[in-house]
């Protein structure tokens, strides 16, 4: 079983006195969401570090000083272009490649690599996997989804060649024991009986070696343990109580295992093996898709029971506009709670926060009006020191997004001339 990153496993020579300033490693996350957004209550009023976060971002309150609004970003090669309708899948193709999508329903896919998988197939020569795909809904490989346009596209934002997208997880359970079973699958799947039959946890099989390995720890390496194997041995409970959920018939079907069936406890938990798989240094790459751009899901938790993309064609009714606004931050708020749990995680002198760049945001600004410019994106983490937050900027109209993934990519130490229809950096983030 993997462990997070300890005190005690620092380099301790003169030699590696520089290296030592900079310990731990650098992450980058991207999480999409769908449909746009309400901008009057996403974007600050105020420029600079004296903003007040708007209706939609107030759940991220207690991690304001993380916090980085970029106000102008744009994917041109999301419009049509002389394609025609299917801007949902657009959206979706082009969120981390800044590619224009080849417009076919065919195997004849095309659209470009995405920002992660640059970043993965250099960073993850360091770390059990290379990335981490995961996701809140499932979508199809094949087949026409969106006005022509094959369902690959609408369904993943991973790309690892221009014509290969990279599948989400969906699952929990299975994210999980991919993350922390080990072993080959046959392995596993021994191991998985042999739990469910004495009912016992990951934790049990290693807790003798966990032990004597605390022994030999200081205290606050013995605290980061503690606290790294409570968190594994939460999310094996909330995984436990899911798969019971997951039991129930419903219009007779029954829920996928593991799945649970409120939706911001699928977010959460997928949330929280996103942030144990960083800690753990599993991978430092990450994409978290909560739900596919065009989902028609319906919000109930919050009293909202019609389809998030009926509403977010809402014409101007003022209703429609204050049923997405909620959705919006519904969204925000799941969000909110991952970045705090990273806040909490202490890596030297700092947090998993500091040394972590997580995007959010959609490849589409007003949902009624399909576009694809001044998109909701913000950014959170401070990059291993890299990047100055707590901060609304506002660049120049029509800013590529692609500009800042070649920010991000200097910051992970995988620097690219040029990225789809990236014009440079942006300015003015360190």
């Known amino acids: ?56 971002l107030e759940p991220l309150a207690s991690v304001k000083e993380y ?21 949902h899948a657009r959206s979706t193709a082009t969120f981390l490649t800044g590619c224009q999508a080849r417009k076919t329903n065919g195997a004849d896919i095309k659209i470009g690599r995405s920002v992660d998988q640059i970043a993965a197939s250099e960073v993850g020569k360091s770390t059990r996997f290379a990335s981490l795909e995961l996701g809140c809904e499932r979508g199809a490989q094949a087949g026409n989804c ?22 989400k997880e969906v699952d929990p359970k299975l994210v999980f024991e991919r993350l922390f079973a080990g072993g080959d699958k046959r392995e596993m799947d021994e191991n998985q009986a042999k739990r469910d039959r004495y009912r016992k946890s990951i934790l049990d099989f290693v807790l003798e070696d966990a032990n004597s390995l605390k022994n030999q720890l200081g205290v606050h390496d013995q605290r980061k343990l503690d606290e ?11 995984l436990e109580l899911a798969g019971k ?23 959460r938990l997928m949330g929280d093996m996103m942030v144990l798989a960083f800690q753990a ?3 430092r790459i990450s994409t978290f898709m909560l739900a596919n751009d065009g989902s ?17 064609h809402h014409g101007g009714d003022a209703e429609k506009h204050k049923k997405i606004r909620e959705i919006n931050r519904f969204h925000v708020t799941q969000l909110a709670y991952m970045l705090e749990k990273m806040k909490n995680i202490k890596e030297g002198d700092g947090t998993l926060l500091d040394n972590t760049m997580v995007v959010y945001g959609g490849g589409i600004s007003d949902g009624n009006r399909h576009n694809h410019n001044n998109l909701p994106i913000l950014m959170a983490g401070r990059g291993n020191g890299t990047i100055r937050s707590g901060r609304h900027i506002k660049l120049e109209k029509d800013t590529p997004m692609n500009n800042l993934f070649l920010s991000l990519l200097d910051r992970m130490n995988v620097p690219v001339a040029s990225m789809g229809d990236s014009t440079g950096r942006l300015p003015n983030l360190g």
């Not at 102008?72 to 090669?77: I, T």
Request: glycine share 8%; aromatic share 10%.
């Open 228 to 238: 790294y194997f409570t968190g594994v041995r939460e999310i094996e409970k909330r």
């Open 245 to 267: 959920e997951s039991q129930v018939t419903v219009a007779g079907a029954t829920r996928p295992t593991g799945i649970p069936e409120n939706y911001g406890e699928h977010i």
């Open 67 to 87: 916090l980085t609004v970029l106000t102008g970003l744009a994917h041109e090669k999301a419009e049509a272009n002389g394609d025609g309708p299917g801007d």
């Open 146 to 167: 969106d006005s022509g346009y094959s369902c690959a596209y609408s369904s993943n934002i991973a790309w690892r060649s221009e014509s290969t997208p990279v599948a």
């Open 281 to 283: 240094d599993l991978t």
């Open 296 to 312: 028609n899901r319906s919000y109930r938790q919050i009293d909202i029971p019609e389809g998030h993309h009926d509403l977010s």
């Open 1 to 56: 079983m993997a462990l997070p990153l300890l005190e005690a496993m620092e380099p301790v020579s003169a030699f590696a006195a520089a290296a030592a300033k900079k310990k731990y490693p650098t992450r980058m996350a991207f999480m999409f969401i769908p449909n746009g957004a309400h901008m009057q209550d996403w974007t600050p009023t105020k420029v600079g570090a004296d903003f007040e976060l708007p209706y939609i």
